[in-house]
């Protein structure tokens, strides 16, 4: 079943183009469930399509910090989820947030933008509990070969799809999380931090 908030939300949100799908909603969604009372991080409110299946399968006294850097998108965010008292939603440049919770620890990173997942991923690694789990999507951009990327690339989409390149081998190799890439969805990497 879908949210009543995430229709709302997709509805309010016409002309942004980085929604999350649903079927990365409902990933979210189930894998939060498994995690009673938890502190939840997410990077990247948009305009809270995520925030929205995180809170649907999240239980009552597990809490939720989001945070953009973009007031227009979480203003919707706000609106639409702000009346919820387990949700916190900050307008801040991802990088001084993340340095703001260093030694804090969460059960579930969702990076959804760059900070914290394209650059300086360690930021939101440090802050993953043991048995927690870190969450990336939007990673198709990644297996594409650099030659089969659409022409003219601009060098956004040039420097994502090199970070990306970066990141999941260095996840796969990582001795501190046991890792899985999914071709599903965005393309999907689940890294569950080992006990």
């Known amino acids: 079943m879908i949210p009543e ?3 709302a939300i997709e509805a309010a949100s016409k002309g942004f183009s980085m929604l999350s ?3 990365t909603g409902r990933l979210l969604r189930t894998l939060v469930a498994t995690k009673p009372a938890a502190r939840v991080l997410e990077l990247g409110t948009g305009t809270g399509l995520a925030t929205a299946w995180l809170l649907d399968g999240m239980d009552k006294k597990s809490s939720l910090v ?3 850097n973009n ?3 979480t203003a919707v965010a706000q609106h639409y989820l702000g009346n919820d008292p387990r949700l916190s939603i900050y307008t801040q440049d991802g990088f001084d947030f993340l340095e703001t919770l260093q030694g804090q620890q969460f059960d579930l990173v969702f990076a959804d933008t760059w900070p914290g997942k394209i650059e300086k991923p360690e930021l ?3 802050l993953v509990a043991p048995g ?3 969450f990336i999507d939007d990673l198709k951009l990644a297996w594409t070969e650099e030659k ?4 003219p690339v601009s060098d956004l989409i040039k420097s994502a799809w090199e970070g990306q390149r970066r990141l999941i081998p260095k996840l796969e190799q990582s001795s501190e999380f046991y890792c899985t890439t999914l071709n599903w969805s965005t393309g999907i990497m689940i890294c569950t931090k080992k006990p």
Not at 148 to 151: H, P, S
């Open 5 to 7: 908030a995430v229709i």
């Open 66 to 68: 989001t945070v953009d």
């Open 124 to 126: 939101a690694l440090n």
């Open 21 to 23: 799908d649903h079927d």
């Open 132 to 134: 927690g789990i870190y």
């Open 148 to 151: 089969d990327l659409a022409q």
């Open 71 to 73: 007031a227009e998108l």
